[in-house]
Protein backbone atom coordinates (compact mmCIF):
# COMPACT_ATOMS: atom_id res chain seq x y z
CA UNK A 1 0.00 0.00 0.00
CA UNK A 2 1.34 3.44 -0.68
CA UNK A 3 1.59 6.11 1.80
CA UNK A 4 -0.28 9.36 0.00
CA UNK A 5 1.34 12.40 1.00
CA UNK A 6 -1.33 14.60 2.47
CA UNK A 7 -1.31 18.21 1.27
CA UNK A 8 -0.94 20.14 4.62
CA UNK A 9 -3.52 23.03 5.93
CA UNK A 10 -0.92 25.76 5.11
CA UNK A 11 0.02 24.63 1.69
CA UNK A 12 -4.29 24.27 1.22
CA UNK A 13 -4.55 28.04 1.61
CA UNK A 14 -1.15 28.98 -0.28
CA UNK A 15 -2.57 26.43 -3.20
CA UNK A 16 -6.02 28.81 -3.36
CA UNK A 17 -4.19 31.98 -3.22
CA UNK A 18 -2.11 30.66 -5.90
CA UNK A 19 -5.16 29.63 -7.95
CA UNK A 20 -6.80 32.55 -7.63
CA UNK A 21 -4.19 35.02 -8.62
CA UNK A 22 -3.61 32.66 -11.56
CA UNK A 23 -7.19 32.84 -12.45
CA UNK A 24 -7.03 36.49 -11.88
CA UNK A 25 -3.83 36.64 -14.36
CA UNK A 26 -6.34 36.34 -17.51
CA UNK A 27 -4.66 33.57 -18.83
CA UNK A 28 -7.78 30.98 -18.80
CA UNK A 29 -9.91 33.58 -21.01
CA UNK A 30 -8.01 32.36 -23.91
CA UNK A 31 -9.77 29.25 -25.88
CA UNK A 32 -6.67 28.76 -27.08
CA UNK A 33 -4.88 28.01 -23.86
CA UNK A 34 -7.53 26.26 -22.55
CA UNK A 35 -7.40 23.74 -25.69
CA UNK A 36 -3.51 23.54 -24.69
CA UNK A 37 -4.22 22.39 -21.35
CA UNK A 38 -7.15 20.19 -22.59
CA UNK A 39 -5.08 18.37 -25.16
CA UNK A 40 -2.26 18.05 -22.14
CA UNK A 41 -4.69 16.38 -19.96
CA UNK A 42 -5.60 13.96 -22.77
CA UNK A 43 -1.95 12.86 -23.09
CA UNK A 44 -1.30 12.71 -19.13
CA UNK A 45 -3.70 9.90 -19.24
CA UNK A 46 -2.36 8.33 -22.09
CA UNK A 47 1.21 8.44 -21.93
CA UNK A 48 0.55 6.93 -18.56
CA UNK A 49 -1.62 4.55 -19.03
CA UNK A 50 -0.09 1.65 -17.61
CA UNK A 51 0.37 3.45 -14.36
CA UNK A 52 -3.21 4.04 -14.10
CA UNK A 53 -4.00 0.37 -14.70
CA UNK A 54 -1.73 -0.49 -12.02
CA UNK A 55 -3.31 1.88 -9.57
CA UNK A 56 -6.34 1.03 -9.92
CA UNK A 57 -5.31 -2.58 -9.50
CA UNK A 58 -3.70 -1.39 -6.47
CA UNK A 59 -6.71 0.87 -4.92
CA UNK A 60 -9.74 -1.74 -6.31
CA UNK A 61 -8.71 -4.81 -7.38
CA UNK A 62 -9.71 -4.07 -11.30
CA UNK A 63 -9.11 -6.13 -14.11
CA UNK A 64 -7.35 -4.75 -16.62
CA UNK A 65 -10.26 -4.18 -19.09
CA UNK A 66 -12.47 -2.74 -16.51
CA UNK A 67 -10.09 -0.08 -16.11
CA UNK A 68 -9.70 0.79 -19.94
CA UNK A 69 -13.48 0.31 -20.39
CA UNK A 70 -14.94 2.11 -17.49
CA UNK A 71 -12.41 4.96 -17.07
CA UNK A 72 -9.14 5.49 -19.08
CA UNK A 73 -10.56 5.55 -22.13
CA UNK A 74 -13.59 7.29 -20.90
CA UNK A 75 -11.32 9.82 -19.40
CA UNK A 76 -9.45 10.13 -22.47
CA UNK A 77 -12.33 10.84 -24.33
CA UNK A 78 -14.18 13.40 -22.60
CA UNK A 79 -10.83 15.65 -23.17
CA UNK A 80 -10.89 14.95 -26.73
CA UNK A 81 -14.49 15.91 -26.99
CA UNK A 82 -13.84 19.03 -24.68
CA UNK A 83 -10.62 20.24 -26.97
CA UNK A 84 -12.60 19.48 -30.27
CA UNK A 85 -15.95 21.44 -28.90
CA UNK A 86 -14.86 24.07 -26.85
CA UNK A 87 -14.65 26.70 -29.63
CA UNK A 88 -18.37 26.37 -30.54
CA UNK A 89 -18.66 26.20 -26.60
CA UNK A 90 -17.27 29.23 -25.57
CA UNK A 91 -19.00 31.54 -28.69
CA UNK A 92 -21.31 34.11 -27.52
CA UNK A 93 -24.60 33.42 -27.81
CA UNK A 94 -27.36 36.02 -29.46
CA UNK A 95 -30.95 35.54 -27.93
CA UNK A 96 -33.53 34.90 -30.69
CA UNK A 97 -34.76 37.74 -32.60
CA UNK A 98 -36.95 40.17 -31.12
CA UNK A 99 -38.43 43.14 -32.49
CA UNK A 100 -38.39 45.50 -29.44
CA UNK A 101 -35.13 43.80 -28.12
CA UNK A 102 -32.72 43.09 -30.96
CA UNK A 103 -31.69 46.72 -32.13
CA UNK A 104 -29.77 46.67 -28.63
CA UNK A 105 -27.49 44.37 -29.43
CA UNK A 106 -27.96 41.38 -26.67
CA UNK A 107 -25.55 38.55 -25.99
CA UNK A 108 -24.69 36.12 -23.53
CA UNK A 109 -21.20 35.76 -23.09
CA UNK A 110 -19.98 32.61 -21.70
CA UNK A 111 -17.14 33.21 -18.77
CA UNK A 112 -15.67 31.12 -16.59
CA UNK A 113 -16.87 31.30 -12.95
CA UNK A 114 -13.58 31.54 -11.26
CA UNK A 115 -11.83 29.30 -8.95
CA UNK A 116 -13.34 26.00 -8.53
CA UNK A 117 -13.25 22.68 -6.45
CA UNK A 118 -13.80 19.07 -7.60
CA UNK A 119 -14.19 16.87 -4.65
CA UNK A 120 -13.82 13.00 -6.67
CA UNK A 121 -15.43 10.00 -5.08
CA UNK A 122 -13.11 6.75 -4.66
CA UNK A 123 -15.61 3.74 -7.14
CA UNK A 124 -14.58 5.68 -10.32
CA UNK A 125 -11.35 8.11 -9.09
CA UNK A 126 -9.94 8.24 -12.47
CA UNK A 127 -13.12 9.02 -14.56
CA UNK A 128 -15.32 11.30 -11.98
CA UNK A 129 -11.97 13.78 -11.51
CA UNK A 130 -11.25 14.01 -14.80
CA UNK A 131 -14.45 14.54 -16.75
CA UNK A 132 -15.55 17.09 -15.16
CA UNK A 133 -12.19 18.39 -14.87
CA UNK A 134 -12.45 18.83 -19.28
CA UNK A 135 -15.35 20.79 -18.38
CA UNK A 136 -13.86 23.21 -16.06
CA UNK A 137 -10.58 23.98 -18.07
CA UNK A 138 -12.75 24.52 -21.13
CA UNK A 139 -15.43 26.72 -19.67
CA UNK A 140 -11.57 28.77 -18.43
CA UNK A 141 -11.69 28.11 -14.31
CA UNK A 142 -9.17 27.40 -12.23
CA UNK A 143 -9.25 24.19 -10.54
CA UNK A 144 -8.72 22.32 -7.55
CA UNK A 145 -9.35 18.73 -7.46
CA UNK A 146 -9.36 16.71 -4.45
CA UNK A 147 -9.00 12.79 -5.12
CA UNK A 148 -10.60 10.91 -2.47
CA UNK A 149 -7.99 9.15 0.01
CA UNK A 150 -9.29 5.62 0.19
CA UNK A 151 -7.81 5.05 -3.64
CA UNK A 152 -3.90 6.12 -2.53
CA UNK A 153 -2.31 4.65 -5.59
CA UNK A 154 -4.32 7.19 -8.33
CA UNK A 155 -4.80 9.55 -6.05
CA UNK A 156 -1.03 10.08 -5.35
CA UNK A 157 -0.72 9.48 -9.10
CA UNK A 158 -2.53 12.60 -9.91
CA UNK A 159 -0.70 14.92 -7.48
CA UNK A 160 2.39 13.83 -9.14
CA UNK A 161 1.53 14.06 -12.68
CA UNK A 162 -1.21 17.28 -12.74
CA UNK A 163 2.01 19.88 -11.85
CA UNK A 164 3.86 18.40 -14.72
CA UNK A 165 1.23 17.85 -17.70
CA UNK A 166 -1.30 20.93 -16.91
CA UNK A 167 -0.79 24.83 -15.76
CA UNK A 168 0.07 24.85 -11.77
CA UNK A 169 -0.89 28.26 -11.26
CA UNK A 170 -4.49 26.97 -12.76
CA UNK A 171 -4.94 23.80 -11.78
CA UNK A 172 -3.52 21.89 -8.20
CA UNK A 173 -4.17 18.31 -6.34
CA UNK A 174 -5.32 18.54 -2.68
CA UNK A 175 -4.67 14.79 -1.14
CA UNK A 176 -6.20 14.02 2.30
CA UNK A 177 -9.04 13.15 4.21
CA UNK A 178 -11.72 15.11 7.02
CA UNK A 179 -9.45 17.62 8.12
CA UNK A 180 -7.92 18.43 4.82
CA UNK A 181 -11.74 18.27 2.99
CA UNK A 182 -12.48 20.57 6.16
CA UNK A 183 -10.33 22.97 5.36
CA UNK A 184 -11.11 23.13 2.05
CA UNK A 185 -14.70 23.57 2.51
CA UNK A 186 -13.71 26.70 4.72
CA UNK A 187 -12.77 28.80 1.25
CA UNK A 188 -14.73 30.22 -0.65
CA UNK A 189 -15.15 28.72 -4.41
CA UNK A 190 -17.15 29.97 -7.37
CA UNK A 191 -18.46 26.54 -7.34
CA UNK A 192 -18.25 22.89 -6.18
CA UNK A 193 -18.82 19.41 -7.64
CA UNK A 194 -18.97 17.34 -4.72
CA UNK A 195 -19.53 12.95 -5.70
CA UNK A 196 -20.53 10.56 -3.11
CA UNK A 197 -22.78 9.28 -0.25
CA UNK A 198 -25.80 12.15 0.84
CA UNK A 199 -24.65 12.44 4.71
CA UNK A 200 -21.60 14.21 3.26
CA UNK A 201 -23.54 16.01 0.70
CA UNK A 202 -25.27 17.61 3.30
CA UNK A 203 -22.11 18.90 5.00
CA UNK A 204 -20.98 20.05 1.50
CA UNK A 205 -24.30 21.84 0.52
CA UNK A 206 -23.95 23.38 4.57
CA UNK A 207 -19.98 24.52 4.25
CA UNK A 208 -21.04 26.49 1.08
CA UNK A 209 -23.45 28.36 2.07
CA UNK A 210 -21.72 29.96 4.60
CA UNK A 211 -19.93 31.77 1.28
CA UNK A 212 -23.05 31.55 -1.18
CA UNK A 213 -21.03 29.24 -3.30
CA UNK A 214 -23.20 27.06 -5.98
CA UNK A 215 -22.88 23.15 -5.75
CA UNK A 216 -24.15 20.17 -7.89
CA UNK A 217 -24.50 17.04 -6.22
CA UNK A 218 -24.24 13.33 -7.77
CA UNK A 219 -25.34 11.36 -4.87
CA UNK A 220 -26.14 7.80 -6.06
CA UNK A 221 -29.18 6.05 -3.95
CA UNK A 222 -31.00 2.61 -4.43
CA UNK A 223 -31.46 2.46 -8.55
CA UNK A 224 -34.40 -0.30 -8.99
CA UNK A 225 -34.75 -2.56 -12.32
CA UNK A 226 -38.44 -2.98 -13.15
CA UNK A 227 -38.82 -6.46 -15.43
CA UNK A 228 -41.72 -7.25 -17.47
CA UNK A 229 -42.24 -10.60 -18.30
CA UNK A 230 -42.39 -9.55 -21.90
CA UNK A 231 -38.69 -8.61 -21.53
CA UNK A 232 -35.82 -10.08 -23.78
CA UNK A 233 -35.14 -12.27 -20.32
CA UNK A 234 -31.62 -13.37 -21.83
CA UNK A 235 -30.26 -9.92 -22.59
CA UNK A 236 -32.29 -8.63 -19.49
CA UNK A 237 -30.06 -10.81 -17.27
CA UNK A 238 -26.85 -10.49 -19.05
CA UNK A 239 -27.42 -6.72 -18.94
CA UNK A 240 -28.43 -6.47 -14.95
CA UNK A 241 -26.00 -8.84 -13.79
CA UNK A 242 -23.15 -7.30 -15.42
CA UNK A 243 -24.14 -3.58 -14.00
CA UNK A 244 -24.34 -5.10 -10.73
CA UNK A 245 -21.35 -7.16 -10.92
CA UNK A 246 -18.65 -4.40 -12.48
CA UNK A 247 -16.60 -2.93 -10.47
CA UNK A 248 -17.54 -5.04 -8.22
CA UNK A 249 -20.68 -3.29 -7.79
CA UNK A 250 -19.05 0.12 -6.79
CA UNK A 251 -20.95 2.08 -8.94
CA UNK A 252 -23.66 4.63 -8.26
CA UNK A 253 -25.71 4.25 -10.79
CA UNK A 254 -25.97 0.25 -10.64
CA UNK A 255 -28.79 -1.56 -10.69
CA UNK A 256 -29.52 -1.63 -6.75
CA UNK A 257 -32.46 -3.87 -6.79
CA UNK A 258 -35.11 -5.66 -9.18
CA UNK A 259 -38.44 -5.03 -8.74
CA UNK A 260 -40.42 -8.60 -10.26
CA UNK A 261 -43.71 -10.03 -10.62
CA UNK A 262 -44.30 -13.10 -8.67
CA UNK A 263 -44.63 -15.43 -10.11
CA UNK A 264 -41.69 -14.35 -12.78
CA UNK A 265 -38.88 -14.48 -9.85
CA UNK A 266 -37.74 -17.96 -10.70
CA UNK A 267 -37.44 -17.77 -14.29
CA UNK A 268 -35.86 -14.87 -13.76
CA UNK A 269 -33.24 -16.11 -11.28
CA UNK A 270 -32.25 -18.75 -13.75
CA UNK A 271 -31.48 -17.11 -16.30
CA UNK A 272 -29.72 -14.55 -13.78
CA UNK A 273 -27.67 -18.15 -12.78
CA UNK A 274 -26.88 -19.17 -16.64
CA UNK A 275 -25.46 -15.83 -17.37
CA UNK A 276 -22.97 -15.92 -14.19
CA UNK A 277 -21.72 -19.62 -15.11
CA UNK A 278 -20.97 -17.74 -18.74
CA UNK A 279 -19.70 -14.64 -17.63
CA UNK A 280 -17.66 -16.87 -14.82
CA UNK A 281 -16.18 -20.10 -15.68
CA UNK A 282 -13.90 -20.09 -13.31
CA UNK A 283 -13.65 -18.95 -9.60
CA UNK A 284 -14.31 -14.87 -9.11
CA UNK A 285 -11.84 -15.08 -6.14
CA UNK A 286 -8.70 -15.43 -8.43
CA UNK A 287 -6.95 -12.09 -8.85
CA UNK A 288 -7.65 -10.07 -11.60
CA UNK A 289 -10.87 -11.66 -12.79
CA UNK A 290 -12.86 -9.84 -10.64
CA UNK A 291 -12.80 -6.34 -8.40
CA UNK A 292 -12.43 -6.19 -4.79
CA UNK A 293 -14.44 -3.85 -2.22
CA UNK A 294 -12.18 -0.66 -1.92
CA UNK A 295 -11.91 -0.53 2.19
CA UNK A 296 -12.24 -3.37 4.90
CA UNK A 297 -14.68 -1.11 6.13
CA UNK A 298 -16.65 -1.13 2.85
CA UNK A 299 -16.74 -4.65 2.73
CA UNK A 300 -17.87 -4.80 6.90
CA UNK A 301 -20.95 -3.00 6.09
CA UNK A 302 -21.75 -5.04 2.62
CA UNK A 303 -21.53 -8.16 4.39
CA UNK A 304 -23.10 -7.44 7.36
CA UNK A 305 -26.49 -5.91 4.79
CA UNK A 306 -25.94 -9.70 3.75
CA UNK A 307 -25.76 -11.80 6.45
CA UNK A 308 -29.30 -9.83 7.94
CA UNK A 309 -31.10 -10.48 4.70
CA UNK A 310 -34.36 -12.47 5.32
CA UNK A 311 -33.61 -13.55 1.73
CA UNK A 312 -32.73 -16.58 0.22
CA UNK A 313 -29.27 -16.51 -1.51
CA UNK A 314 -29.80 -17.73 -4.88
CA UNK A 315 -26.46 -17.47 -6.30
CA UNK A 316 -23.30 -16.76 -4.80
CA UNK A 317 -22.95 -15.73 -1.25
CA UNK A 318 -19.16 -16.31 -0.77
CA UNK A 319 -17.05 -13.75 1.17
CA UNK A 320 -13.36 -13.07 2.36
CA UNK A 321 -12.25 -10.11 4.77
CA UNK A 322 -8.55 -10.60 4.58
CA UNK A 323 -9.03 -9.94 0.46
CA UNK A 324 -11.99 -7.61 0.48
CA UNK A 325 -13.91 -9.97 -1.73
CA UNK A 326 -17.68 -10.50 -1.99
CA UNK A 327 -18.77 -12.72 -4.73
CA UNK A 328 -21.19 -11.76 -7.38
CA UNK A 329 -24.57 -12.75 -5.50
CA UNK A 330 -28.24 -12.88 -6.25
CA UNK A 331 -30.70 -13.04 -2.67
CA UNK A 332 -34.11 -14.01 -4.23
CA UNK A 333 -37.65 -13.61 -1.83
CA UNK A 334 -36.03 -9.80 -0.63
CA UNK A 335 -39.05 -8.00 1.53
CA UNK A 336 -39.57 -4.40 1.20
CA UNK A 337 -38.28 -4.00 4.94
CA UNK A 338 -35.22 -6.14 4.80
CA UNK A 339 -31.81 -5.45 5.82
CA UNK A 340 -30.98 -4.90 1.90
CA UNK A 341 -33.50 -2.34 1.17
CA UNK A 342 -32.41 -0.51 3.77
CA UNK A 343 -29.73 1.53 2.06
CA UNK A 344 -27.65 1.61 -1.02
CA UNK A 345 -25.90 -1.73 -1.56
CA UNK A 346 -22.84 -0.38 -3.40
CA UNK A 347 -21.62 -3.35 -3.99
CA UNK A 348 -22.02 -6.82 -5.96
CA UNK A 349 -25.03 -8.00 -4.07
CA UNK A 350 -28.41 -8.13 -6.25
CA UNK A 351 -32.03 -8.42 -4.19
CA UNK A 352 -34.68 -9.41 -6.31
CA UNK A 353 -37.93 -8.04 -4.58
CA UNK A 354 -41.25 -9.72 -5.82
CA UNK A 355 -44.44 -7.80 -6.53
CA UNK A 356 -47.91 -8.38 -7.47
CA UNK A 357 -47.73 -6.05 -10.35
CA UNK A 358 -46.38 -3.18 -12.13
CA UNK A 359 -48.41 -0.56 -9.99
CA UNK A 360 -47.73 -2.01 -6.76
CA UNK A 361 -44.05 -1.91 -8.04
CA UNK A 362 -44.20 1.77 -8.81
CA UNK A 363 -45.99 2.56 -5.92
CA UNK A 364 -43.21 0.92 -3.85
CA UNK A 365 -40.59 3.17 -6.12
CA UNK A 366 -42.51 6.12 -5.39
CA UNK A 367 -42.40 5.88 -1.74
CA UNK A 368 -38.96 6.25 -1.29
CA UNK A 369 -36.25 9.22 -2.51
CA UNK A 370 -35.83 9.69 -5.65
CA UNK A 371 -32.98 7.24 -7.50
CA UNK A 372 -30.09 8.30 -10.00
CA UNK A 373 -31.16 5.85 -12.61
CA UNK A 374 -34.48 3.95 -13.03
CA UNK A 375 -34.01 0.98 -15.30
CA UNK A 376 -36.97 -0.89 -17.43
CA UNK A 377 -36.41 -4.00 -19.52
CA UNK A 378 -39.66 -4.89 -21.75
CA UNK A 379 -40.36 -5.15 -25.30
CA UNK A 380 -44.05 -3.13 -24.40
CA UNK A 381 -43.91 0.56 -25.12
CA UNK A 382 -46.98 0.63 -23.00
CA UNK A 383 -45.32 -0.74 -20.38
CA UNK A 384 -41.83 1.58 -20.66
CA UNK A 385 -44.45 4.70 -20.92
CA UNK A 386 -46.15 4.15 -17.84
CA UNK A 387 -43.27 2.87 -15.49
CA UNK A 388 -41.31 6.11 -16.94
CA UNK A 389 -44.47 8.63 -16.48
CA UNK A 390 -45.21 7.24 -13.35
CA UNK A 391 -42.05 7.83 -11.61
CA UNK A 392 -39.20 10.21 -11.29
CA UNK A 393 -35.30 9.83 -11.39
CA UNK A 394 -32.40 11.35 -12.64
CA UNK A 395 -32.42 9.36 -15.92
CA UNK A 396 -34.50 6.56 -16.78
CA UNK A 397 -33.44 3.83 -19.11
CA UNK A 398 -34.73 1.31 -21.07
CA UNK A 399 -33.20 -2.27 -21.77
CA UNK A 400 -29.70 -0.98 -20.83
CA UNK A 401 -28.09 -0.10 -17.58
CA UNK A 402 -25.05 1.47 -16.18
CA UNK A 403 -23.47 3.14 -19.55
CA UNK A 404 -25.37 5.91 -19.81
CA UNK A 405 -23.04 8.84 -18.35
CA UNK A 406 -20.91 7.77 -21.20
CA UNK A 407 -23.45 8.68 -23.76
CA UNK A 408 -22.09 11.89 -25.25
CA UNK A 409 -24.87 14.23 -25.30
CA UNK A 410 -26.91 13.10 -22.23
CA UNK A 411 -26.73 14.55 -19.24
CA UNK A 412 -25.72 12.98 -15.75
CA UNK A 413 -27.33 14.30 -12.74
CA UNK A 414 -29.57 13.19 -9.68
CA UNK A 415 -33.36 14.85 -8.71
CA UNK A 416 -33.80 15.40 -5.08
CA UNK A 417 -32.00 13.45 -2.50
CA UNK A 418 -30.11 11.86 -5.57
CA UNK A 419 -28.33 14.99 -6.66
CA UNK A 420 -28.44 18.56 -8.61
CA UNK A 421 -26.99 19.81 -11.43
CA UNK A 422 -25.66 17.56 -14.62
CA UNK A 423 -22.27 16.91 -15.88
CA UNK A 424 -20.48 15.05 -18.25
CA UNK A 425 -19.28 16.54 -21.99
CA UNK A 426 -21.06 19.84 -22.69
CA UNK A 427 -22.46 19.51 -19.61
CA UNK A 428 -19.50 20.11 -17.14
CA UNK A 429 -18.53 23.10 -19.65
CA UNK A 430 -22.24 24.58 -19.12
CA UNK A 431 -21.82 23.76 -15.53
CA UNK A 432 -18.37 25.42 -14.41
CA UNK A 433 -19.77 28.70 -16.90
CA UNK A 434 -21.37 32.01 -15.91
CA UNK A 435 -23.82 33.20 -18.34
CA UNK A 436 -22.91 36.72 -18.74
CA UNK A 437 -25.99 39.07 -20.10
CA UNK A 438 -24.77 42.30 -22.33
CA UNK A 439 -26.19 44.66 -24.32
CA UNK A 440 -24.90 48.18 -25.83
CA UNK A 441 -28.15 49.72 -26.66
CA UNK A 442 -27.89 52.99 -28.79
CA UNK A 443 -28.97 56.32 -28.56
CA UNK A 444 -31.65 56.23 -31.30
CA UNK A 445 -33.54 53.72 -29.06
CA UNK A 446 -34.87 56.38 -26.98
CA UNK A 447 -37.00 57.81 -29.78
CA UNK A 448 -38.88 54.40 -28.84
CA UNK A 449 -38.62 53.72 -25.40
CA UNK A 450 -38.47 57.37 -24.34
CA UNK A 451 -41.54 57.09 -22.71
CA UNK A 452 -39.69 55.09 -19.77
CA UNK A 453 -38.34 58.65 -18.30
CA UNK A 454 -39.88 60.64 -16.40
CA UNK A 455 -42.24 62.89 -15.60
CA UNK A 456 -44.33 60.02 -15.80
CA UNK A 457 -48.23 60.41 -17.26
CA UNK A 458 -50.99 58.69 -19.55
CA UNK A 459 -48.67 59.00 -22.56
CA UNK A 460 -46.15 56.28 -20.70
CA UNK A 461 -48.51 53.61 -19.91
CA UNK A 462 -49.57 53.97 -23.42
CA UNK A 463 -46.31 53.18 -24.34
CA UNK A 464 -45.53 50.85 -22.07
CA UNK A 465 -48.76 49.06 -23.58
CA UNK A 466 -47.36 49.25 -26.93
CA UNK A 467 -44.81 46.29 -26.09
CA UNK A 468 -47.11 43.97 -24.29
CA UNK A 469 -48.07 41.02 -27.45
CA UNK A 470 -51.41 40.43 -27.76
CA UNK A 471 -52.68 36.88 -25.90
CA UNK A 472 -54.18 33.91 -27.56
CA UNK A 473 -58.26 33.78 -27.51
CA UNK A 474 -59.32 32.79 -23.89
CA UNK A 475 -59.85 28.92 -23.06
CA UNK A 476 -63.17 27.80 -22.60
CA UNK A 477 -61.94 25.22 -20.71
CA UNK A 478 -59.30 23.00 -19.64
CA UNK A 479 -57.97 20.50 -21.88
CA UNK A 480 -58.84 17.23 -21.68
CA UNK A 481 -56.30 14.76 -20.72
CA UNK A 482 -55.19 11.29 -21.66
CA UNK A 483 -53.25 9.52 -23.98
CA UNK A 484 -56.15 9.21 -26.74
CA UNK A 485 -55.93 12.44 -27.68
CA UNK A 486 -51.89 12.64 -28.09
CA UNK A 487 -51.80 9.21 -29.53
CA UNK A 488 -54.96 10.15 -32.03
CA UNK A 489 -52.66 13.75 -32.83
CA UNK A 490 -49.32 11.44 -33.63
CA UNK A 491 -51.18 8.87 -35.77
CA UNK A 492 -53.00 11.62 -37.75
CA UNK A 493 -49.60 13.68 -38.08
CA UNK A 494 -47.40 9.92 -38.67
CA UNK A 495 -49.87 9.95 -42.08
CA UNK A 496 -49.96 13.53 -43.28
CA UNK A 497 -46.39 13.23 -43.40
CA UNK A 498 -46.18 10.09 -45.62
CA UNK A 499 -48.97 11.79 -47.43
CA UNK A 500 -46.98 14.93 -48.11
CA UNK A 501 -43.64 12.68 -48.94
CA UNK A 502 -45.15 10.72 -51.45
CA UNK A 503 -46.10 13.55 -53.25
CA UNK A 504 -42.91 15.29 -52.95
CA UNK A 505 -41.52 12.20 -54.62
CA UNK A 506 -43.88 11.65 -56.74
CA UNK A 507 -43.56 15.25 -58.02
CA UNK A 508 -39.62 15.28 -58.06
CA UNK A 509 -40.06 11.98 -60.62
CA UNK A 510 -42.24 12.81 -62.84
CA UNK A 511 -40.01 16.30 -63.59
CA UNK A 512 -36.80 14.18 -63.36
CA UNK A 513 -38.41 11.99 -66.71
CA UNK A 514 -39.53 14.93 -68.45
CA UNK A 515 -36.38 16.26 -68.39
CA UNK A 516 -34.87 12.88 -69.27
CA UNK A 517 -37.20 13.02 -72.42
CA UNK A 518 -36.05 16.74 -73.12
CA UNK A 519 -32.52 16.83 -72.55
CA UNK A 520 -30.27 13.60 -73.86
CA UNK A 521 -28.16 11.65 -71.87
CA UNK A 522 -30.01 12.64 -68.42
CA UNK A 523 -30.10 9.69 -66.23
CA UNK A 524 -33.90 9.71 -65.51
CA UNK A 525 -32.81 7.56 -62.44
CA UNK A 526 -31.08 10.32 -60.67
CA UNK A 527 -33.07 13.53 -59.09
Keep these: MVELQYTTLEDIEKTHTTLRNGFRSGKSKSVEYRKYQLLQLA ?5 NT ?34 ANVDKWAKPERP ?36 PLAGAIAAGNAIVIKPSEATPHVSALFAELVPKYLDPELIAVVNGAV ?20 RVGRIVSTAAAKHLTPVSLELGGKSPVFIDPNCDLETAAKRIL ?30 LKEVADKFYPESTSAPGIYSRLVTPQAFNRIKGLLDNTKGSVALGGETDAATKFISPTVVKDVGVEDSLMSEEIFGP ?14 AF ?61 KYSFDMFTHLRSSM ?24 ASRLLKSLPPRPVGPPRLGAANGAATKWWGKWFFLAFAVAVAGGLTKRVKILGALVPGVNATRS
Design 349 to 362: VLPIVPVKDVDEAI
Design 440 to 463: DSPSWIDKILGFRFPPYNSKSIKG
Design 96 to 131: PFSINATPMRPVIYKEPKGVVLIISPFNYPMWLCIS
Design 43 to 47: YMVKD
Design 50 to 83: KRFEDALAADLGRPPFESHFLEINSSIMEARTAW
Design 179 to 198: PETTKLLDLPWDHILYTGGG
Design 242 to 271: WGKVVNAGQTCVAPDYVLVPRDFQDKFVSA
Design 365 to 425: VNSHDHPLALYVFSRDATYKQKVISSTQSGAAIVNEVVIHPGIDGLPFGGIGPSGHGYHTG
